[in-house]
């Protein structure tokens, strides 16, 4: 899409652009890469921070029937978007919730043995299946060795509750080649083996969106992807074969013509060494976008108007970023102009890089007062 195509309405200084069929192009691509495994999404913190009610709509549209969320809250919140999907709390069970996950039909990801033994004492009228999470080398959330030890041992800890799926968590698959990769498969075929003698046959999942590229090997029943949905890389090493879902555009507020010995921005921390011309940009950290992008590499992060790459010069401030617009034709350095912030030329992923953080930091952290603009999905 083009620049001049993007509304920024006057009571905002910037434009988030969802793109809701790429999200369900990338969909069908893990679905493709997936052929025998079921497509999960996640789309826990509104979706990635893109929204959740438009993304969770296109993915049903797009085949998607099970959700992964955090919270019991996003749960109950997603239920009143999509009444009829499987709905997973990945965080299991809090104290006195369990009425909370009969009320809105959401499953629980148990993760511990007193998450279970809460599951068990759950009304005797909620019939709903678990997931069970076993931790092969995170040390995160789940059950460790012990834990399913103890549950073998003692598999009355289970009745009454149905155990539909059990699942765990890849902590380097976007490292292809990293050696924890096979050691937590195996631990995971492992303490599925064992687990099936005391609850019968498991659905299995454990890749989440690196783990769909490492191979048939780690797909099972059930992939999780989330973050690959929204384009950011599988891995940093490789070329990213989903496309981009997002384009950020602010306009230019003001134009300001500088020289030496003058500095810019906070701290007087970019001095400036020649005669430029610095547009003053309406988007900040305020924004979402970092404030490292520019203050931690000495301003090697890029933005674009039309087609001609301009460097930030300072510090990213809460409400504006300065850009050198020295080499632009008087015609584009202009209040009012439109910068693309993120878009064809600059991705998520180049952002992060750029501000020493990972592509799903950025996506999450766009600010509320963004102005938000959706495309395709349908309708």
């Known amino acids: 899409m083009s620049a ?3 509304a920024i309405p006057a009571d905002t200084g910037a434009t988030l652009v969802v793109n809701l069929d790429a999200i369900a192009e990338n969909y069908a691509l893990l679905q493709k890469t997936c052929p025998q495994a079921r497509i999960g999404a996640s789309v826990k913190a509104d979706a990635y921070g893109l929204g959740l009610a438009p993304v ?3 993915l049903s549209k797009a085949g998607c029937h099970t959700f992964f969320v955090a919270t019991a ?5 997603l239920r009143g978007i999509l009444p009829e999907s ?5 965080n299991g069970p809090e104290r006195e919730q369990t009425d909370l996950f009969a009320g ?3 499953i629980p990801t148990l993760n511990s043995l007193e998450q279970i ?6 009304s005797p009228a909620d019939p709903s299946p678990a997931y069970l999470h076993v931790d092969t080398g995170m040390n995160r959330l789940g059950l460790s060795a012990s834990d399913v030890d103890t549950l073998i041992a003692e598999p009355a800890r289970l009745n009454g509750v149905t155990i539909s799926t059990l699942m765990s968590h890849l902590a380097c698959a976007d490292t292809p080649a990293h050696p924890m990769n096979a050691a937590q498969l195996s631990a995971f075929q492992a303490a599925r083996a064992r687990l099936e003698t005391v609850t019968g046959a498991l659905r299995a999942s454990l890749a989440n969106s690196p783990g769909v590229f490492l191979g048939p090997d780690y797909h099972f029943d059930l992939v999780r992807p989330g973050a690959a949905l929204y384009g950011l890389a599988p891995s940093p090493d490789r070329p990213n074969p989903m496309k981009q879902t997002i384009e950020i555009h602010a306009k230019i507020l003001q134009l300001r013509d500088v020289d030496t010995p003058m500095t810019v921005g906070y701290g007087a921390t970019h001095q400036v060494e020649k005669p430029a011309r610095i547009a003053t940009v309406a988007a900040g ?3 979402g976008y970092p404030r490292a992008a520019a203050s931690r590499t000495g301003g090697s992060m890029h933005a674009y108007i039309a087609d001609y790459k301009t460097t930030l010069f300072g510090r990213v401030s809460m409400d504006l970023i300065t850009l050198d617009v020295s080499d632009l034709p008087d015609e584009l350095a202009v209040p009012g102009q439109t910068v693309e912030l993120l878009g064809p030329h600059v991705s998520p992923d180049d952002l992060a890089r750029s501000a020493g953080t990972i592509g799903y930091e950025i996506l999450t952290g766009f600010g509320n007062r963004l102005h938000r603009l959706y495309r395709g999905g349908g309708d």
Do not use: F, M, S
């Open 86 to 90: 499987e709905i997973v709390v990945l």
């Open 117 to 122: 033994e809460r599951w068990q004492q759950r």
């Open 104 to 106: 809105g039909a959401l």
């Open 56 to 58: 969770a709509r296109t």
């Open 73 to 77: 809250g996003e749960g109950l919140t």
């Open 285 to 287: 950290y305020g924004d």
């Open 4 to 6: 001049n195509d993007i």
